[in-house]
């Protein structure tokens, strides 16, 4: 399969690749924030200081400093914190009570206070098992604070949202054009450009201002991704405590494939979904990318 075309939306979202604006700043950002995990998961035994991640990221302390507080809003320091198994374990207290409570738009709590505020709805069997005949989906690619995104919307709202890293671009589109494969697949940068900034600004994600998502799937998919949107930022859940909630308690195993179906990642939130133990478990989009998730949301709940 070849590339899709070179998208031209916006100017001031998307400019070409190279260069200093907002799409090279993103993937230059993000390019070091991954290698700064990847130091820290490949070197966490010997605790190494910040000089030495900053070292093995390729830039300065300041500038490792000076990142991390415009990327997410942390030091460095609690950029590491929140990467511990020791959070991860803190995000799951209460995991059950979380998703049996009633959240009220409007209701600003430390989990809710940054949160994507999603109305959802779902399409008809028929549409999911005609595999998107009939269906024309809008696509485009877009920068973000975990590497390119790629947008796919209905014009009733959002229904897939993927990552790729540089280069692989072509083997996300194709991931993402399998789960619909009769659909008609359209660049279109003014559909996809004003979702993309209401997905990656958190200075537009307003309750009056609900971003819509269109879920495709089957009935147990779809059920599974709507309980994923009760987890808040700052939380988690696990499989099991999803399998309940959904009225299969002995699930489990059938909602971590169904979490791991899910396309529209960040913001019908699967990052949230870890082992009991507070092990990160597999994240179709690369375990690297969900720390970087799960650390960015940290300082957009509550940054030092």
Not at 31 to 37: E, F, N, P, S, W
Request: hydrophobic residues 40%; charged residues 20%.
């Amino acid at each position: 399969m070849t590339l899709p075309p070179t998208l031209a939306p916006e100017p001031a979202l998307v400019p070409p690749l190279g260069g200093t604006g907002p799409r090279a700043r993103a993937e230059g950002d993000y390019a070091i924030v991954r290698r700064a995990i990847a130091h820290i998961r490949g070197n966490w035994r010997d605790q190494p200081d910040i000089d030495t991640i900053a070292e093995a990221a390729g830039v300065t302390p300041d500038e490792l400093h000076h990142l991390f507080r415009r990327w997410c809003g942390l030091t460095p320091k609690g950029f590491l914190q929140a990467l511990t198994l020791e959070h991860a374990r803190s995000l799951l207290r209460d995991s059950a009570s979380i998703l049996d409570a009633a959240y009220e738009v409007g209701l600003s709590g430390p989990g809710r206070l940054h949160d994507l505020f999603v109305t959802h709805e779902a399409m008809s069997p028929g549409e999911w098992k005609s595999g998107g005949e009939g269906l024309t989906l809008s696509y485009g690619f877009f920068p973000s604070q975990f590497g390119l995104a790629l947008v796919i919307a209905t014009e009733r709202g959002l229904c897939g949202l993927a990552f790729a890293d540089a280069g692989e671009e072509a083997k996300a589109f194709a991931d993402m054009k399998s789960r619909w494969p009769r659909a008609r697949f359209v660049e279109d940068a003014t559909i996809t450009a004003p979702i993309a900034r209401r997905i990656f600004d958190p200075g537009t994600w307003r309750p009056d201002q609900p971003l819509k998502v269109i879920m495709i799937g089957t009935d147990f998919e779809v059920r599974v991704w709507q309980t994923l949107l009760k987890i808040p930022m700052g939380h988690a859940s696990t499989y099991s405590d999803i399998a309940r909630k959904v009225g299969n308690p002995k699930a489990a195993r059938a909602v971590g494939a169904a979490v791991g179906k899910n396309p529209v990642c960040f913001v019908v939130p699967c990052h949230r979904v870890i082992g009991k133990s507070g092990d990160l478990t597999g994240y179709h989009w690369g375990l690297t990318r969900k720390r970087a998730i799960l650390g960015w949301e940290a300082g957009q709940v509550g940054g030092e």
